[in-house]
């Protein structure tokens, strides 16, 4: 496949069309795929079969074929010497050659693609023009691919096109296509600026690097030497410098953009580095002046050996270079003294969730909390912010990475109170907003998360890997608490092709499968991820609530038990909220336990009290109604229901509508009430059809289908006392006169109250009823 080569495409096919008998020239370094783009340009305007190739034509043993190497025909015999001890080909000589077996060739437009011609001199471009010319009056069009072009000025009826450099997301489609790792979209950048755009070169610079920097979860600061895909590139390039022209790029710094500087960020602008059009002949420079090595390549900015470790330590964790970490992080943060270091550290353990606590020398976390660091994970320029702000960041920190360890929250309300106050603050550091969110939602306090998020929105310019994945995982979890699965994998996409390791974090994996099972229907895998260092037990309980999410939307009640009460174990305060989660596990007991069988263990699910205040939100507190009414009706008929459905709080989100009627559908269903419940679940069916949330629809069909087989068909439980007595009677096969005795009314009501009953049940007549009391009788009946 040919990435990013949709105008050209377009010339060429159009060349290969036309009637103007013209020469088309393709000119582009070696690798930067003109012969790939020409033979796709053929095959799209149905040249495949009709069009031929003509490999070596400046060689004693030039060759043609077809373009799916069928038929080859040997041209050495049209092969004739020059003055400058190349070969031309007899051009009329070649088109006898390739026109014998002309039959043969498909109708499509014929064409000669003469490859490989390399320089394009004065006599290949004479030559080219007369096969053009003879071409042209046997029906041929003549396209010709060249390196570089030594003509000062050539004919008008030859037309130039150049193949220029990839852009960052063709290249980026080329890795994926081709490498088997997928690619950090900032080392893609790298790539293609040292390959100057050259997808050839490109995927040489990218077969040299490990999987972990590919991936970005270690390092790259460039390449230690020029391959030979390069050094045929740039052969001819090299050649032709000038003297002084070589010497300055030997001495030219090359600092990609996006490469990394001090203090973590990346330095967008590139520098002086960006002049260098192709650093890689700039490297061939230096190798030719005897230079030592590459060493030069790499500015000072960029971590080589000797570099002091904490400044390596610090440009990884801002860069999610993590694989890095390991061998030689924790002593370093233990005994820098720079705090930034510090709170880099925690930010980052924060933000993935990692807290490295298996690891011999202890958790990438510093003894003790105060401003001395705190200050540093909130704010880029904390001198710029009041004591009282950096004291209740201080707090927050505090409060924080007690729930990594315990799962729990000591005082919510002075939390919210602190996080209100460092909220309003600006230059704030995009980790530390993640971390606010996080909090914010764990609190219920969705509107703040939202507006926290539109205030610290802006350029990443200057923001490393760390910060631009923080600020989309901090959109992404308000999705998911919003409902917007879409939304969700949008964010979490944008993460993981910045660094594809997110992929891998707990957090990230369990809002991943959550989205998926609303908008696909996918059933998630519940499996760890083969990933070293320990999960904090926050995130273990947040994963765990994920997926049990994502188990209830496909119907998968019991697992869906399962996994939210590890979630509530290990994490009362997961950024879903406690209401959100509550309900997901009340409505999984409900809908997985027999009716009359839930008892007190679904009741205790309301302790502890959860505040007021984290059921302010429409969505929370439309999820707290439906909680509230799954509890209150258990066992006996349904208003709080009806009541919560109808007049829930507004304005309600699809996600909550769907959530309300899907739970009582299921509700009804399970207890007797089919009909009401088939048209709640038929409602939801529609309405997540409209709102993108499909993969709700294979929950409620298997839910449906299982309600069949296990005999939940039949409304037995919706009959009234009086209908239930006389369906008792006409079940032991009393007469319509002899049931108007026994109840005390008239034979037109028992007729009238049996076809209500009838209609109800879902069957025609008596026939029907006594049926179906035999295959699936109600409780009430069999005791009666």
Not at 541 to 554: I, K, M, P, R
Not at 593 to 598: F, K, L, R
Request: glycine content about 10%; overall charge negative.
């Amino acid at each position: 496949m040919v990435h990013g080569r949709d105008r050209e495409l377009r010339v060429i096919g159009h060349f290969a069309t036309d009637l103007d008998p013209t020469v088309l020239v393709v000119r582009g370094l070696s690798g930067i795929g003109k012969t790939a783009t020409v033979l796709q340009a053929l095959r799209q305007v149905g040249a495949g079969s009709s069009a031929v190739r003509i490999v070596r034509p400046c060689s004693t043993r030039p060759s043609a074929h077809d373009l799916d190497t069928t038929r080859r025909i040997d041209l050495s015999a049209w092969a004739v010497p020059d003055h400058a001890g190349d070969a031309e080909l007899d051009a009329a000589g070649l088109l006898r050659a390739v026109s014998t077996g002309a039959d043969q060739l498909g109708s499509g437009p014929r064409v000669l693609f003469v490859d490989d011609v390399g320089v394009l001199t004065q006599d290949r471009a004479r030559w080219l023009q007369h096969l053009a010319d003879e071409a042209y009056g046997q029906d041929w069009r003549v396209i010709a691919a060249v390196r570089s072009i030594a003509v000062e000025q050539l004919s008008d009826d030859v037309e130039v096109l150049e193949l220029g450099p990839l852009d960052r997301a063709a290249l980026r489609r080329v890795l994926d296509t081709e490498l088997s790792t997928p690619v950090a979209a900032d080392v893609v950048e790298q790539l293609r600026w040292w390959s100057a755009g050259n997808p050839r070169l490109a995927l040489e610079l990218a077969g040299s690097l490990t999987p972990a920097e590919l991936r970005g979860d270690a390092l790259w600061a460039g390449p230690d030497g020029v391959g030979p895909a390069a050094r045929r590139a740039y052969r001819a390039l090299l050649a032709g410098l000038e003297p002084s022209a070589a010497a300055a790029l030997a001495a030219a710094p090359l600092t990609p953009p996006g490469a990394p500087r001090e203090g973590g960020g990346r330095d967008v602008a590139g520098r002086d580095g960006q002049a260098v059009r192709h650093p890689l002949l700039a490297l061939l420079c230096r190798e030719a002046r005897g230079a030592d090595g590459v060493v030069e390549a790499r500015d000072a900015g960029v971590p080589v050996a000797g570099v002091a470790e904490p400044a390596a330590v610090e440009r990884a964790l801002a860069g999610l270079h993590l694989d890095e970490l390991p061998a030689r992080a924790w002593a370093v943060v233990a005994a820098a003294p720079d705090p930034r270091l510090a709170a880099r550290a925690v930010g980052v353990s924060l933000l993935a969730g990692r807290a490295w606590s298996d690891h011999a020398d202890g958790a990438l976390v510093p003894d003790g909390v105060g401003p001395a660091w705190t200050d540093h994970l909130w704010w880029r320029e904390p001198d710029a912010v009041g004591a009282p702000e950096r004291a209740a960041g201080a707090r927050v920190a505090e409060a924080l990475l007690r729930l990594e360890e315990s799962g729990d929250v000591a005082d919510p309300a002075a939390l919210r109170a602190d996080l209100r106050l460092i909220g309003r603050t600006p230059g704030q550091d995009w980790v530390g907003v993640e971390t606010q969110v996080r909090a914010l939602l764990l609190l219920g306090d969705v509107v703040g998360a939202r507006a926290l998020l539109a205030d610290h929105s802006g350029p990443a310019t200057g923001r490393g890997a760390a910060e631009v994945v923080a600020r989309d995982l901090a959109a992404a979890r308000v999705a998911a608490f919003d409902g917007r699965a879409a939304d969700v994998r949008s964010h979490l996409g944008r993460a993981a092709e910045l660094r594809p390791s997110v992929d891998e974090w707990l957090t990230a994996r369990g809002m991943r499968a959550s989205a998926d099972a609303v908008v696909d229907g996918t059933v998630p895998a519940s499996t760890m991820p083969p990933q070293a260092g320990s999960w904090s037990a926050r995130a273990l309980g947040e994963y765990a609530a994920d997926l049990g999410a994502a188990h209830l939307v496909v119907g998968q009640a019991e697992g869906a038990v399962a996994l939210l009460t590890i979630a509530l174990e290990h994490c009362a305060w997961p950024y879903r909220g406690r209401v959100q989660v509550r309900c997901d596990l009340v409505e999984a007991v409900m809908t997985s336990t027999p009716p009359g069988q839930v008892g007190p263990r679904a009741r205790r699910l309301l302790e502890p009290a959860v505040a007021p205040e984290e059921r302010t939100a429409p969505d929370v507190a439309a999820a707290w109604s439906r909680l509230s009414a799954l509890l209150a009706d258990e066992g006996a008929s349904s208003p709080t229901f009806e009541a919560a459905l109808h007049t829930p709080p507004a304005p309600m989100s699809p996600w909550q509508r769907v959530r309300m009627l899907v739970a009582y559908g299921r509700y009804a269903v399970t207890r007797g009430g089919r009909t009401a419940g088939t048209a709640m679940l038929d409602e939801a069916r529609t309405l997540v059809r409209l709102a993108g949330m499909s993969g709700w629809l294979r929950g409620i069909d298997d839910f449906l289908a299982d309600a069949d087989a296990n005999g939940a068909g039949p409304e037995w439980e919706v009959l009234g006392g009086h209908e239930r007595e006389m369906v008792r009677l006409a079940v032991q096969g009393a007469t319509n006169s002899q049931i108007a005795q026994a109840t005390f009314v008239s034979e037109r009501t028992v007729v009238n109250r049996l076809r209500r009953a009838y209609a109800t049940l879902g069957i025609r007549d008596r026939r029907d009823l006594v049926r179906l009391a035999e295959t699936r009788p109600p409780a009430w009946l069999v005791e009666g």
